[in-house]
């Protein structure tokens, strides 16, 4: 069994707990000489196994390290970030140099909101590696989370310039450009997203939100169709064209649109106005 990084949605805290899932994963890939992932089993059988190799008493540093770890991850996904910090906080006792241990702490800590913290464990992350885009990151997403967004930004620009062909960089700051109002250069950031994964729906649907904000209809109309033609039935697209169906025509002509999205996914209006439409 394999760990993977899960699609990574707008809230700090869901990508946090994937930015966590995503640190390990290169650990995770070494299953031989990993202490208790076997490759099968449920997260209650993988926690349980991490659990009796800490108290085995083995004086293997780096594979008790390892074991803490992935009960971080497993308690992260089952929403238990307490234990998640506790279990890195024993890792930072077993080796403080380590920026990896402060990243996973930081990440939990980010998901349950206690930003500042956060930031201290990413600054201390970032001093050891200072190579490495995803500390970045998530220190960004904690600036923008605690509502700091110039120093947000100044974080995201290190993570693209750090990693230019990587398209998370520019989706996140996209975001970013979009809750500063920056349209234009939130468009531009969406642009390289789709230069880069074009036949992936998620970046044409945030560029057909922008679009929308900036009173775009046919462009928007333009992506949300894209984005309905890679994943039929997407419901943020489905709310997209109907908005826009309604916005341009009558009131009513988006109404099958807009219904069928609000049962593919209950609450997804709400999702739609937290990114500034009304």
């Not at 980010?110 to 464990?121: C, T, V």
């Not at 729906?201 to 984005?227: C, H, I, M, Q």
Request: glycine share 8%.
């Amino acid at each position: 069994m394999r760990f993977r990084a899960p699609k990574l949605g707008l809230s700090g805290a869901t990508l946090a707990c994937a930015l966590l899932f995503a640190a390990l994963a290169p650990q995770a890939r070494a299953e031989e000489t990993d202490p208790c992932f076997t490759g099968a089993g449920s997260i209650k059988d993988v926690l349980d196994a991490c659990a009796a190799y800490i108290a085995s008493g083995s004086t293997d540093n780096d594979r008790l390290i390892k074991a803490h770890s992935v009960r971080a991850m497993g308690l992260s996904a089952t929403g238990d970030f307490d234990g998640a910090v506790a279990e890195m906080d024993a890792a930072a006792k077993l080796d403080a140099t380590k920026p990896n241990i402060y990243f996973m702490r930081a990440a939990a800590y980010e998901a349950k909101k206690d930003y500042d913290k956060a930031i201290a464990d990413m600054d201390e992350a970032i001093r050891l590696d200072a190579t490495n885009g995803d500390y970045y990151l998530l220190r960004g997403i904690a600036y923008r989370d605690k509502g700091d967004l110039d120093r947000a930004l100044v974080e995201m620009n290190e993570k693209v310039k750090l990693e230019p062909d990587v398209s998370l960089g520019y989706s996140k700051r996209a975001d970013l450009y979009r809750l500063r109002k920056e349209y234009d250069l939130s468009l531009a950031d969406y642009d390289q997203v789709i230069k880069r994964e074009p036949d992936t729906a998620k970046g044409y649907v945030d560029r057909g939100w922008v679009y929308v904000l900036k009173g775009d209809l046919d462009k928007a109309s333009a992506d949300f169709n894209k984005a309905l033609e890679l994943h039929q039935n997407d419901p943020s697209a489905l709310v997209g064209r109907g908005l826009v169906k309604s916005r341009k025509g009558k009131p009513t002509d988006g109404s099958a649109d807009l219904a069928l999205a609000q049962e593919l996914e209950p609450g997804i209006f709400d999702q739609i106005k937290k990114l500034g439409v009304q």
